[in-house]
Each structure stands twice: as C-alpha cells, then as structure tokens.
C-alpha cells in the first residue's frame, strides 16, 4: 500500500494543479490514486518525431508507481484507469491542437486580405 508521505505527494501535486487556471472538474475516489499517478507523470509523455504527443512513456508510470509505494498487486488496476485519463488528456490535447490550426489559418487569411 502507499506511504503517508506518498499521499502527502500526491494531495500537494494536486492542489498546486488545482490552483492553476484549468476549469474545475470532478475525480471519483476509485479514480484518485490513478490521477495522482498521472499528475506525477506530468512530464513523462512521449513526442512524436513530427511533433504531437503519442502517450506517456510507460516504464515512467512503473517507476512512479513503485516509488509511491503503490503495491503490486494493484498497480494493474490502476495502470488500466491511468489509460483512460490518458486518452481524455490525449484527446483534449488534440482538439486544443485543431482549434489553435484555425486560428492560425484565419490570421492568416486576414493578413493575405490586407495585402
């Protein structure tokens, strides 16, 4: 199981995420440890070579699990809820990806107009 100051951790990586400018959502207490790792893993994604992230390197999410002390018999679970944070972060990655493209195309269509 995990260590009070792995919990320590995760509580004060969460309310310095928390205090950011993101909106507000909500987490289900099954799904809490799964963001924790998540939150720790922040840094942890892997860029394709052409840009754009592919997912988070996944012997990173075992170290992290190990050193919170998360025991091995439920970091299968956990791993397996981390995916689907992923893929929301992922996909939220990629719209924000689409909505910046069109913007940058309707500068440019204003800059061509002004010529």
């Given at each position: ?9 995760i509580?004060?990586r969460?309310?310095q995420?928390?205090?950011?400018s ?10 809490w ?32 699990m ?8 439920k ?10 944070i ?5 996909a939220e ?15 440019q ?7």
């Amino acid at each position: 199981m995990m260590n009070e100051a792995s919990r320590a951790a995760i509580a004060a990586r969460s309310a310095q995420a928390s205090a950011s400018s993101q909106p507000d959502f909500e987490i289900f207490y099954n799904n809490w440890l799964a963001w924790g790792v998540f939150q720790a893993c922040t840094t942890q994604w892997r860029i394709a070579p052409m840009g754009g992230y592919t997912g988070l390197d996944y012997t990173a999410v075992h170290s992290v699990m190990t050193t919170l002390g998360i025991a091995k018999k439920k970091r299968s679970s956990h791993f397996n809820r981390l995916r689907y944070i992923e893929a929301g972060a992922m996909a939220e990655m990629a719209e924000q990806r689409k909505r910046a493209e069109k913007k940058r195309e309707r500068e440019q269509q204003t800059r061509r107009r002004r010529r």
